[in-house]
């Protein structure tokens, strides 16, 4: 068995420099694509009641064949500081405070926290110029999405807040996504400066995992349609080996 993956992952690479020695400038190529990306999103549907706006960091893996189609997965690590939610109300003071073991207020901060996980498929509409890698790029993709209200409390000193009691507070919800996205790609002739800008929703299908909400007092059972739409641009790093310029015969 080792021995097929072995004579597998050597096909695949002989493969990888079969198509890699190419002119991006004349003509379409094969190339693994790496990127990093940074995006911007507002929620909609049920998202909009619990958070605001929010910041993702983005990992992509992909393949782009000669013909123009695009292969994909990614991991997305999103974040913000607006919780709409009143998660502590039956616990907190008539001013929204929470008492410290002191007898003082306590310093609770609340943030965003969540992360995707996907595969995606991708279809790049070429331009003349630059080169036949470079134009409109759209996708779809399939994955998973989860997020929680992430609970801080600064010194420790709250005991509502202990670490088991955070998970009656903290909404963490997860379930299926699918993901949407038009943008341009852009490949220079000189392999120097590639980069992605685009547009992008994505629908996340949750639910509330926890077994119980404490300030509900029940087990949270509503299903969510969880939406972020927004803008994202990556920078991307093509694997492909460039043709020498010059040729030599002997």
Request: net charge positive; with cysteine; charged share 20%.
């Amino acid at each position: 068995m080792k021995k097929i993956y072995l004579f597998f992952a050597i096909a695949f690479l002989f493969t990888i420099r079969a198509h890699a020695q190419v002119s991006i400038k004349d003509s379409s190529i094969f190339t693994p694509l790496v990127g990093i990306s940074y995006g911007y999103y507002f929620p909609a549907g049920d998202m909009v009641k619990r958070f605001g706006p929010n910041s993702a960091l983005q990992m992509n893996v992909e393949m782009k064949t000669r013909f123009n189609w695009i292969l994909g997965v990614n991991g997305s690590f999103f974040f913000g500081n607006q919780i709409k939610e009143h998660i502590f109300d039956s616990i907190a003071t008539i001013d929204g405070d929470l008492i410290s073991r002191t007898g003082e207020l306590g310093d609770v901060r609340l943030f965003e926290r969540g992360f995707t996980v996907s595969g995606t498929l991708g279809r790049l509409i070429p331009f003349k110029k630059p080169n036949p890698n470079s134009g409109i790029r759209v996708d779809i993709g399939l994955g998973f999405m989860q997020h929680k209200i992430r609970i801080e409390t600064i010194g420790n000193n709250v005991p509502q807040m202990d670490k088991n009691y955070k998970k009656g507070y903290d909404r963490l919800s997860n379930g299926f996504l699918l993901t949407e996205s038009v943008g341009y790609m852009y490949l220079s002739n000189n392999r120097l400066a590639n980069a992605y800008f685009g547009l992008e929703c994505m629908q996340g299908f949750t639910q509330n995992r926890r077994s119980y909400d404490y300030d509900l007092m029940k087990q949270d059972t509503h299903k969510r349609l969880d939406i972020l739409f927004g803008a994202r641009v990556a920078w991307l790093l093509p694997l492909y080996k460039k043709a020498p310029k010059e040729f030599y015969t002997y």
